[in-house]
């Protein structure tokens, strides 16, 4: 079974940075997309940067110029940079991977248990 595990979070001050990074691992036989999304207090999930096995990268205009998503194939693990921090970023992030276990298998997705990222003003 896949699992994906978050690490990175915590509490920050307005204006410092953070990185977040999420290891996949367990059946994989390919890795596509991997993406982080959040969901603050109240509010519903949204999705915050997805990048591509060829790491070409989207982003949600709030973080986009601030937030850098980036992967390394070899070791499954996909990154989230977050510098500029706003109090507006607070939330609970979490992690995404498009998954296909074996060549008989159709990609699923896999989520992570995701980690708070608290931005103090």
């Known amino acids: 079974q896949v699992q994906l595990v978050e690490s990175g979070g915590g509490l920050v001050q307005a204006g410092g940075s953070l990185r977040l990074s999420c290891a996949a691992s367990g059946g994989i036989w390919r890795l596509n997309a991997m993406g982080w999304y959040r969901q603050a207090l109240g509010k519903q999930r949204e999705l915050v940067a997805v990048i591509t096995s060829g790491s070409s990268a989207n982003y949600a205009d709030s973080v986009n110029g601030r937030f850098t998503i980036s992967r390394d194939n070899a070791k499954n693990t996909v990154y989230l940079q977050m510098n500029s921090l706003k109090p507006e970023d607070t939330a609970v992030y979490y992690c995404?991977?498009?998954?296909?276990?074996?060549?008989?298998?159709?990609?699923?997705?896999?989520w992570g248990q995701g980690t708070q990222v608290t931005v103090s003003s």
């Open positions: 995404r991977a498009d998954v296909i276990s074996d060549k008989f298998s159709t990609e699923r997705d896999f």
